[in-house]
């Protein structure tokens, strides 16, 4: 397996470079420049090897069940078993013929297998439902897309200041989980359950008093509470019998942050009671704040932003016990909540750094086996949120350099393709990384195999002939 990002990023993380015998430069900024991350990084490298490949056996057979023998074979990775996805947020609301969205819309295949789905719940007094999102899953299948949806549930403010009783808001809940059971129901095997339900409360202290809900809507179900969460999933589970279920937060993923750390503990204690989720996910949304990332957080300490302690973070998670999906990624961007000022004073960062941390994270997060995907939360630049340099395309269709080195890293480095022969046995043996492959063989169908980590390492693939 090539490693040519890391040399590359480590080549780049000398602490200086001398310009013309004056002053020095300022380091690339990767997140590598310490001696702790560029060793975490060099361990991933022999960790995705470890972790996300293995050794494959596929017995071929015909119909009639005999082995198909001494026929050439094409085998190529279509989509990797982990999830690198995107999401749809605000494409479907533009015009089917709007520049930015066909633009979006292509280059998500041409890199993701995965995106979010997202229907977010509207105030039952309008009665608002947001049928576009079937137009994004019609998309999604015609593009042969796994699927996540986003958000069943949240500390919806609209509710902030309303008159409802416990029993009416839980009533109100039920509604909606029937809507989306209802609606969606199978056609998404994924449902991101409660939203930023941890959080909430530390953001509401730093915000008041606009964001005090918990004082505006006091009969609001506590999803931070353990037991509370616990029955909000079961009654999910009466609607959408057949999903996995996501429990999310947004934390740095930093042992600096208490915050994250406390979040870890919570979804612990969930799952000691025997809450219903089969996936813990975090939101790991690196927003520009008042200073500049290269010299770290004044919050976090001087190693944020670097892999070492981003890989701390992951470790903590990994102690949870149950699959980790970073739920929603952005690499460093300006925040589009601040002054012109402040945004201008911390942008230090050229787009081609920007993509080496990105393609880091990356890498770092493909090399943990209890981490299962990671989808970006910003396709286009400020189309979903705060992220003002988050997006894989700028906001006028040009593509962030991220665009190209990601695409390559997913389909060039971490990928396989491979001619081979049968045996005498009908047999092939070859090395690759874990997903869904397309394999040909001459005067058959082409057909696709799953070699999942779970799954056999010897597969019987059974051929058709193909129709002349």
């Known amino acids: 397996m090539k490693s040519i990002f890391i040399i590359g990023a480590v080549l780049y993380a000398l602490p200086f470079i001398q310009k013309n015998g004056?002053?020095?430069?300022?380091?690339?900024?990767?997140?590598?420049?310490?001696?702790?991350?560029?060793?975490?990084?060099?361990?991933?490298?022999k960790e995705i090897e470890k972790y996300r490949t293995a050794d494959f056996k596929l017995l071929f057979l015909d119909e009639e069940g005999k082995k198909v023998v001494s026929k050439k074979v094409k085998l190529e990775l279509f989509a990797h078993e982990f999830d690198f996805?995107?999401?749809?947020?605000?494409?479907?609301?533009?015009?089917?013929?709007?520049?930015?969205?066909?633009?979006?819309?292509?280059?998500?295949?041409?890199?993701?297998?995965?995106?979010?789905?997202?229907?977010?719940?509207?105030?039952?007094?309008t009665r608002q439902r947001d049928y576009?999102?079937?137009?994004?899953?019609?998309?999604?299948?015609?593009?042969?897309?796994?699927?996540?949806?986003?958000?069943?549930?949240?500390?919806?403010?609209?509710?902030?200041?309303?008159?409802?009783?416990?029993?009416?808001?839980?009533?109100?809940?039920?509604?909606?989980?029937?809507?989306?059971g209802e609606t969606y129901g199978d056609k998404i095997?994924?449902?991101?359950?409660?939203?930023?339900?941890?959080?909430?409360?530390?953001?509401?202290?730093?915000?008041?008093?606009?964001?005090?809900?918990?004082?505006?809507?006091?009969?609001?179900?506590?999803?931070?509470?353990?037991?509370?969460?616990?029955?909000?999933?079961?009654?999910?589970r009466k609607y959408l019998p057949n999903a996995k279920f996501v429990v999310l937060d947004a934390q740095h993923p930093y042992l600096t942050n208490p915050q994250f750390i406390g979040y870890v503990n919570y979804l612990k204690a969930?799952?000691?009671?025997?809450?219903?989720?089969?996936?813990?996910?975090?939101?790991?949304?690196?927003?520009?704040?008042?200073?500049?990332?290269?010299?770290?957080?004044?919050?976090?300490?001087?190693?944020?932003?670097?892999?070492?302690?981003?890989n701390k973070g992951f470790e903590l998670l990994g102690t949870i016990g149950k699959p980790i999906?970073?739920?929603?990624?952005?690499?460093?961007?300006?925040?589009?909540?601040?002054?012109?000022?402040?945004?201008?004073?911390?942008?230090?960062?050229?787009?081609?750094e920007n993509s080496a941390w990105?393609?880091?994270?990356?890498?770092?997060?493909?090399?943990?086996?209890?981490?299962i995907g990671v989808t970006r939360w910003y396709q286009v630049d400020n189309l979903g949120g705060r992220g003002m340099d988050?997006?894989?395309?700028?906001?006028?269709?040009?593509?962030?350099?991220?665009?190209?080195?990601?695409?390559k890293l997913i389909k060039e480095t971490w990928h396989t393709k491979t001619e081979k022969k049968t045996s005498m046995n009908g047999e092939v043996t070859f090395h690759g990384f874990y997903g869904d492959y397309l394999v040909d063989i001459p005067g058959y169908e082409t057909v696709r195999v799953k070699l999942y980590k779970d799954g056999s390492k010897t597969t019987t693939v059974i051929l058709k002939k193909a129709i002349k």
């Open 325 to 352: 999906v970073i739920t929603e990624f952005n690499g460093p961007s300006r925040n589009n909540k601040h002054s012109p000022e402040n945004r201008d004073k911390i942008w230090t960062i050229s787009d081609k």
């Open 189 to 236: 095997g994924e449902y991101d359950v409660i939203n930023e339900f941890y959080s909430m409360q530390f953001w509401e202290r730093n915000n008041p008093p606009e964001d005090q809900f918990i004082l505006a809507a006091p009969n609001y179900p506590k999803y931070r509470e353990p037991e509370v969460a616990k029955k909000t999933l079961s009654l999910a």
């Open 22 to 45: 004056n002053e020095p430069t300022q380091t690339f900024f990767d997140g590598m420049s310490d001696a702790e991350s560029k060793a975490v990084m060099i361990q991933a490298e």
């Open 132 to 180: 576009k999102a079937l137009d994004a899953i019609k998309w999604a299948q015609e593009n042969d897309l796994r699927m996540r949806f986003h958000a069943v549930l949240y500390n919806e403010k609209w509710f902030k200041n309303q008159i409802y009783t416990e029993d009416q808001i839980w009533q109100m809940i039920e509604d909606r989980l029937h809507f989306v």
């Open 85 to 125: 996805g995107t999401n749809t947020y605000g494409l479907f609301e533009k015009p089917a013929n709007d520049p930015i969205r066909i633009e979006a819309l292509k280059t998500i295949p041409e890199i993701f297998n995965k995106v979010v789905i997202c229907d977010y719940w509207q105030d039952p007094k």
């Open 270 to 310: 969930l799952k000691s009671i025997d809450g219903d989720f089969q996936m813990a996910g975090n939101q790991d949304h690196f927003f520009g704040h008042t200073w500049d990332f290269r010299a770290g957080s004044p919050t976090y300490g001087k190693t944020a932003y670097t892999m070492g302690a981003i």
């Open 390 to 407: 988050a997006g894989i395309l700028y906001e006028d269709g040009r593509k962030h350099q991220i665009y190209y080195d990601l695409k």
């Open 358 to 371: 990105q393609i880091n994270y990356y890498t770092l997060a493909f090399s943990k086996p209890f981490i």
